[in-house]
């Protein structure tokens, strides 16, 4: 894993970085349902790319191919943490609405 591009890296660096995000408020950017609705499948296919990538690496490893375990224990945490993302996304989708559907009009 090269990390030569990490040495210019600096709190001054992301101080500015993060002075920069704040720029852009999020209530500017455009929202619409079909972005949000993409955004969301895009998470989904990115999670099963992160899963499908875990399962091949457990494989590799089974058969002998690969002997790094930590390329093995970063595909799976990365799984993992994908997997528990999409999971509370769905989570609070599902309790928006049901709220929504509980609302009286």
């Given amino acids: 894993m090269d990390i030569s591009a990490l040495t210019n890296v600096s709190s001054d660096y992301v101080a500015k970085q993060y002075e920069a995000s704040k720029l852009t408020p999020f209530a500017e950017e455009n929202k619409d349902f079909s972005s949000v609705l993409g955004a969301a ?4 296919n990115e ?13 590799q490893f089974a058969l002998g191919e690969s002997t790094s375990t930590h390329d093995l224990a970063v595909a799976q945490e990365k799984a993992g943490i994908a997997l528990s993302y999409t999971v509370a996304v769905r989570d609070k989708v599902l309790d928006a609405y049901k709220e929504i559907m509980n609302m009286s009009i």
Avoid: G, L, V
Avoid at 41 to 44: D, S, V
Avoid at 47 to 59: G, L, P, V, W
């Fill in 47 to 59: 999670t099963n790319d992160y899963q499908n990538a875990a399962e091949s690496a457990r494989i």
């Fill in 41 to 44: 499948m895009n998470m989904i």
